[in-house]
């Protein structure tokens, strides 16, 4: 058997004990092994009855998938002359496995089969132990009786844990994990190196498998006065184990190049977060704004640009601006005395008008 187990339900107690002890024998020559395990009927029944007690007690009907399955069975299996049920039946003309539907490509079928001798033959049946013959197939009516031949499935829901494709042969069964995955059962998603926190920034990583794993996402943010530079603000694992683009870097933000004033000069550093640039004027000028200013976060220059002004020129302009203010005070004076002595020649007037308490008199018509 090769560490292989199958089963049966017999009606005979003596053959139930001997398959016990070869079943018993076999497993502690070979150990422990995973796959589908095979059982059968005593009894004889109808395809469609048939499949519904595989069902019933293991998963389905057998479905053959290469010869040396077929080798097995004729090797272990005893014989019947009513022969076996497999899970294969004729749907719209198509020869097709039942429980995967899938169409049947390379069928070991009898010499001349499958025939439809007897019309309506849509169901299959596998020779055990037939002296001529012995494992091919032959399409039957699915009225007839004949033994189940059962498999048990160790494909599940959870085998390949819901991340890839369960196959399975003869003492073994394999997962094809989706892409993103790996292990035997696809237990593992794949992992991405761990990415570098950029400089004056940081990094924000998440994902459902993990934190570096298949499908999470890193999210990049820089400090305030640098921005991003080159790459998106996110980065995906993929499922090669790759992330989609590069780690992005943060870069300082930059302001508009200065120009020297006119007359003067400028002078600008770079500390750790930010540029300053200071002023100064020639000699014979003098500087009007700002000393310095500075490259903010946004890009943008704290102040105004200062200008150098000649000195004569700024001389001129105060004493003008004293002579001028004198001029107004003067003007603001004599405005202001002429609208007083104005105010006071009209009072004195209404006081000199004779004030009486008699009524006018009234001319009668």
Known sequence: MRGYMFSFRPESQHMKVKWILILIGDILMTGYTLGWTYHYSNNAMNWTIARQWCQDHYTDLVAIQNEHEISYLTQNFPKRDKYYWLGIRKINDTWTWIGTNKTLKNGSWAQNEPNNREKGEDCVEIYIKRNIDSGKWNDEKCEKEKHPLCFKAQCNAITCSDRGECTEAINKYNCECAPGFKGFQCQHAVQ??????????????????????????????????????????????????????????????????????ENGYVNCSASSTTWTCQFRCSTGFLLLGPKKVTCNAAGIWTGKIPICASLRYVAAAIAGASILSTSCFILFCLMHCRKRKKIVQTRIREEDIPQTDEEPEVGML
């Open 192 to 261: 991405c190196e761990s990415p570098a926190t950029p400089q004056h920034g940081w990094i924000d990583c998440q994902g459902p498998y993990g934190n570096h794993s298949y499908s999470s996402t890193c999210e990049f943010r820089c400090a305030e006065g640098f921005s991003l530079q080159g790459q998106p603000n996110n980065v995906t694992c993929n499922s090669s184990g790759n992330w989609t683009v590069k780690t992005p870097s943060c870069k300082g933000v930059e302001c508009k190049v200065l120009s020297e004033p």
